[in-house]
C-alpha cells in the first residue's frame, strides 16, 4: 500500500525524469519501457496490445463498463532553451507540448485508482498513446480494437494561459481540426528582363495568398472560428530568372464539420481561377488531419463537477486552434478532454515552454476521482 504523499513523491519524479529524457513520436521506446516499469511494479496489468511503443494497462474487474484515462507520450523536435535543472538530455529533442505532465499526471492517477481498485465498479483503461505530434498515434491505437468495449475516455492538455489550479472546458469545439495542403503553380520560366515570354507562377502564387485570406474573411459565417494559413514558399533560384514553378503548403483550422468542406472548396476554385486567369496550371493536393475536439455534453458537465470538488477554478476555457488527435476516439466514443492550468509562461512548442510539478497531485486527484465517478454512471444510466 502506498500513501497519496508517497504516489505523488514517485509521480513527481518520473516527471523529472520523462522531462530530461524525450523522445519523438513513434520512437517513445525508453519512454513506453519505463512507464510499463513503473505499472508491473505497482501490481497494474498491462494488456497485451501490438503496439512498437505505448500501452494500455488496466485496472479493476477486467470486466464492463470500461472508461479510458489517455495521456500522449512523445516529444517535439525542439531545442530546449530553459534552465530547469531536469532539462532535456538530449540535443534537438523536448518536451515542448506538457506530454510529461500528462504522463505523470495519469500515472499518479492509475497508481490512487489501483489503491482503490476493489471498489470500482468495472475496468478503467490506462492509455498510453504513442505520435500524438505525429500526429496519428491515436489511429494506431484504435486500429488494434483495444478499445473496442470502452464507453468513454478522458484526456488533459496543458495550457501556459491559466495558473496551476485552473480547469478549462468549452461547450462546442475546443481544439480545432487539422488539414494540410501543398500547392504547386506551374507557369512557362523566362528571363526576368522579358516576362511576356513566360507565365510568371510567382504572380499566381502572391494572388492566392492573399485571395485565400478572403475564404475566412467572406465565406466562412463569421460567428465561426476559421484560419488559413500559408507556411511555406519555394520557388525561383536566382534574381533575374522567372521559375517555371512555384510550390506552396499550409494549414486550415476549423471547427464546424461543414466549414471544413467549404473552405477546401473554395481554395481549389481560387487557385484554379488565378492559375487559369494568368495562363498557367495548378496541382492542389490535401492531407486531411484530425477532426476537431467537441465534448460530450454529458461528461463535460460530469467533469467540472468533479474537477470543483477537487477544488479546482472551473473556467470556460478559451478555444485553441491548435489540433489534437484525440478527436479520433471521439468519432467511436463518448469523451471529454480539458485543459489543465499549469502556470503563466510561453505558448506551447516554444523552447523555453515550462509547466509547474506542482499542478500533478490536483490533476492526478482529479483524474482518478473522474473515472470512478464515471463507471457509477455508466452502470447507473446503461445496467452495465
Not at 511494479?41 to 505505448?54: A, K, N, S
Not at 518536451?95 to 485508482?113: E, P
Amino acid at each position: 500500500m502506498m500513501t497519496e504523499q508517497e504516489i505523488m513523491e514517485f509521480a513527481r519524479a518520473e516527471f523529472y525524469w520523462l522531462h530530461a529524457h524525450p523522445e519523438l513520436s513513434y520512437e517513445e521506446f525508453e519512454t513506453t519501457a519505463r512507464l510499463r516499469a513503473a505499472f508491473e511494479r505497482f501490481g497494474i496489468r498491462v494488456l497485451d496490445v501490438p503496439l512498437e511503443t505505448g500501452l494500455v494497462a488496466a485496472i479493476g474487474s477486467g470486466g464492463k463498463p470500461i472508461v479510458a484515462l489517455r495521456t500522449d507520450i512523445d516529444a517535439l523536435p525542439v531545442t530546449e532553451a530553459t534552465d530547469l535543472p531536469y532539462r532535456s538530455l538530449t540535443e534537438g529533442k523536448m518536451h515542448a507540448c506538457g506530454h510529461d505532465f500528462h504522463m505523470a499526471a495519469v500515472l499518479a492517477a492509475a497508481l490512487l485508482l489501483k489503491e482503490r481498485e476493489a471498489a470500482l465498479e468495472g475496468t478503467v483503461y490506462i492509455v498510453c498513446q504513442p505520435a500524438e505530434e505525429a500526429p496519428g498515434g491515436a489511429r494506431c491505437v484504435l486500429d488494434t480494437g483495444v478499445l473496442d468495449g470502452v464507453t468513454a475516455i478522458f484526456g488533459i492538455h496543458t495550457r501556459p494561459l491559466y495558473p496551476v489550479g485552473t480547469f478549462g472546458l468549452c461547450t462546442g469545439g475546443m481544439m480545432a481540426s487539422t488539414d494540410k495542403f501543398e500547392i504547386a503553380f506551374t507557369g512557362v520560366g523566362t528571363h526576368a528582363a522579358q516576362p511576356d515570354r513566360g507565365c510568371d507562377p510567382i504572380v499566381m502564387a502572391a494572388q492566392f495568398v492573399t485571395a485565400a485570406q478572403t475564404i475566412a474573411a467572406r465565406n466562412v459565417n463569421p460567428l465561426h472560428a476559421a484560419v488559413v494559413s500559408i507556411a511555406h514558399i519555394e520557388g525561383g533560384t536566382t534574381w533575374n530568372v522567372l521559375p517555371e514553378r512555384v510550390w506552396m503548403e499550409g494549414t486550415i483550422r476549423l471547427f464546424d464539420a461543414d466549414d471544413r468542406v467549404l473552405v477546401k472548396k473554395r481554395m481549389e476554385e481560387l487557385a484554379a481561377g488565378i492559375a487559369a486567369g494568368l495562363g498557367g496550371h495548378v496541382e492542389i493536393s490535401w492531407k486531411s488531419g484530425a477532426p476537431a475536439v467537441v465534448n460530450t455534453p454529458r461528461w463535460n458537465e460530469l467533469a467540472a463537477d468533479v474537477a470543483k470538488r477537487e477544488g479546482f477554478t472551473v473556467v470556460d476555457a478559451v478555444p485553441w486552434m491548435a489540433g489534437e488527435d484525440f478527436a479520433y476516439y471521439q468519432e467511436t466514443m463518448e469523451s471529454c478532454f480539458a485543459f489543465v492550468g499549469t502556470g503563466l509562461g510561453p505558448e506551447n512548442h516554444h523552447p523555453q515552454f515550462t509547466v509547474d510539478p506542482a499542478g500533478i497531485p490536483q490533476t492526478a486527484r482529479y483524474l482518478a476521482r473522474l473515472a470512478e465517478t464515471s463507471l457509477r454512471c455508466v452502470t447507473r444510466d446503461f445496467g452495465a
